[in-house]
């Protein structure tokens, strides 16, 4: 069965204090492997999309890498917009997209 | 405004009631879905289609109906409302080019 797993549940930051978040996942075949945002009240927002180990992705302070058991996103110097609820989704083989429960990160001034 | 949009944002019914959430995408997106989010789960798949009246089950099914005359338009239907549905509902569109998932804002129910 395919499964998500992330870590921390909850991450509080100092503006610019960088740090990365965890996607652990276990997949029969990996098709994709993704990252959205989600501010409160809001539905997800796509940022990245992973296809295969040693893949990365630059956006503004987010940088997400892949390997065959984990993705990173790191952030650096985060700022308090950076707060958000992180997910992290995988997409094995078929059209099904599982997600993992999230990081709540919170950046404080 | 190309998107997602889903209707409506928020809503109170009674145990026992019929309640439909709307989407609809103006993209013409092949497969849309249907989540639910709760504390603790995660977004868990309810009900996905594959195309205009093609629909299958998703995670958690139990309790809700989909139809999808159109490929534009994707209804959720609870049958008969239980305390146990109260969550967010998101839609969702997958764009197959990109490989992208794109989501609604979000139906908020509460079954008291």
């Given at each position: 069965e395919d499964q998500v797993t992330q870590s921390p549940e909850a991450l509080r930051l100092q503006e610019g204090e960088s740090s990365s978040l965890n996607c652990s996942y276990t997949v029969s075949g990996l098709r994709g492997l993704f990252w959205y945002r989600q501010d409160p009240g809001k539905g997800p927002e796509f940022l990245f999309t992973l296809y295969s180990a040693g893949e990365e992705k630059e956006k503004e302070r987010l940088k997400a890498t892949l390997t065959k058991k984990e993705s990173f996103l790191h952030i650096t110097a985060p700022k308090p917009e950076d707060s958000a609820t992180y997910l992290c989704a995988l997409q094995g083989y078929g059209q099904n997209f599982v997600f993992g429960p999230g990081t709540r990160l919170s950046v404080l001034p | 405004d190309a998107g997602i949009t889903q209707s409506p944002r928020y809503k109170i019914t009674e145990t026992g009631r019929q309640v439909t959430?709307?989407?609809?995408?103006?993209?013409?997106?092949?497969?849309?879905?249907?989540?639910?989010?709760?504390?603790?789960?995660?977004?868990?798949?309810?009900?996905?289609?594959?195309?205009a009246d093609i629909t299958d089950k998703g995670e958690v099914p139990d309790g809700y109906v989909v139809s999808r005359s159109k490929t534009e338009n994707f209804p959720l239907t609870l049958e008969s409302a239980t305390r146990s549905q109260t969550s967010v509902y998101f839609c969702a569109s997958w764009d197959r080019d990109g490989n992208t998932i794109y989501f609604g804002e979000g139906s908020w129910l509460t079954v008291v």
């Open positions: - | 959430l709307m989407c609809h995408q103006t993209w013409s997106h092949s497969y849309m879905f249907w989540y639910r989010q709760d504390l603790g789960h995660g977004l868990r798949l309810i009900y996905y289609s594959a195309a």
